[in-house]
């Protein structure tokens, strides 16, 4: 147990239908406001409110408004910077993220997104 107070992140990586944890950080990141937008709810709020003890969790009406799925996609700018090696590797590369909602994983833009971007683990 990592006995943590407050916002975790934690990042999951799926292979073979196994699931990995790659990486936990007892911070918030980029993706509590990507949830937030993703659901309309003020998830930050919520939770700075319940770490200094002004409400609990029970306090909230939470009222997700999601109806399928919400897809952080990376935005690479590599027409912005002409002398950047544009091979993907490790290394971040991408100058921000996007939103894509879609209505299933089954979804044309979904198969686009991994199958032009090659974004699984590799062996």
Not at 29 to 56: D, H, Q, W
Request: net charge positive; aromatic share 14%; hydrophobic share 35%.
């Amino acid at each position: 147990a990592l006995n943590t107070v407050g916002l975790i992140n934690i990042q999951f990586a799926i292979k073979d239908d196994k699931v990995y944890i790659i990486e936990a950080n007892p911070r918030a990141s980029r993706t509590v406001p990507f949830i937030s937008k993703a659901y309309g709810e003020p998830y930050v709020n919520y939770a700075t409110k319940i770490m200094l003890g002004k409400k609990t969790l029970k306090d909230f009406e939470f009222n997700p408004k999601l109806e399928g799925f919400a897809i952080k996609q990376p935005v690479f700018s590599f027409n912005k910077f002409p002398n950047v090696n544009k091979n993907l590797g490790p290394e971040m590369k991408s100058t921000g993220e996007s939103i894509l909602f879609i209505d299933s994983l089954k979804d044309d833009e979904f198969y686009d997104l991994y199958s032009r971007r090659k974004m699984y683990l590799s062996k």
